[in-house]
């Protein structure tokens, strides 16, 4: 080979070494690049991945008890929160609302279901055990007095008339005692008990003073409004009174009687409650919940999900909804 080809044949071979040089730098470049391309992608993807603070597991259990009026609403939110946290457990008792505030001031409870405000000798005893508590409105509610199915001359009732059958001391025996020309039958009645809040505001409501009732062997009490319900749809001859939810729920087996409180008779619905024209026996419901519980994760968690979704679950059960904002200075007073 001459020196010319010697030449050139070199020239050709490190033209040709640069050339994949080249190229394997280009490669080791796009490389890097996909690798720091992948590098973000999972870190961002890592990032979104992350359960917010908000979003953390909760666990534990929220004791209440209370009122059998509030506890379709607060039954209904426990399920609903329940789906979001299985693993918070929230058992709800139905001991009434004074049997309610018992445990609640003694520091059994977290929150306490009520279908009336808190009385003052029950605020002092929480206050002497230390029992600090935000009071929040949750609902409407219209007392309803009921007749059974089968009952076809009651078309209403007054307020004078529901207190001479339920007044201390009654003498009315038959229902031809309340009206001439009603039946000589005796009439049953049954009443929720001493401990519902229902029987302090429908005896203060339309006896003058709460607890002020009849006692003798023709009223039945109970703390269950649903033994309360069976009794007057079982009885042809009954009559009884309870929350409006349990009559919305029980509407086939029961007759609903239209009240006059001096207007004329109106009967209990959504719109009557709400703009207080069902009156007197109309009035809002309250949940009370332990400022000290409130300092566990999940009872905040609970109570700031019962006012979101209160006016919701309230109307699912049968209650009425109250404006938003109420609700609005229900969650304020949890902030406080």
Known sequence: MNLNKKKLSIAIL?????????ACGNTDTASEGTKTETNQSTQSNTQENTPAESEKKLS??????GSSTVHPITE????????????VRVPVGVSGTGG????????ETAISNASRPIKDEEAEKCKAAGIDYVELEVAYDGLSVVVNKDNDWVDHLTVDELNAIFKPGSTVKTWKDVRPEWPNETIKLYSPGADSGTFDYFTEAVNGKAQESRNDSQISFSEDDNTLVQGVAGEKYGLGYFGFAYYEENADTLKLVPIDGGKGAIAPSAETIN????A????????????????????????EFYVKNAATLAEEVGYIRLPQEEYDKDMEALKG
Request: glycine share 8%; net charge negative; proline share 3%.
């Open 275 to 278: 703009d207080g024209t069902y």
């Open 100 to 107: 309610g505030f018992k445990r609640f001031c003694a520091g």
């Open 60 to 65: 534990g259990s929220i004791e209440i008890d």
């Open 14 to 22: 490190m033209s040709a070494i640069m050339i994949v040089s080249a």
């Open 280 to 303: 007197p026996l109309s009035r809002p419901l309250y949940v009370y919940v332990s400022k000290k519980a409130l300092e566990r994760e999940e009872v905040r968690a609970f109570a």
């Open 76 to 87: 209904a939110v426990a399920e609903e929160f329940g789906k979001e946290h299985s693993d």
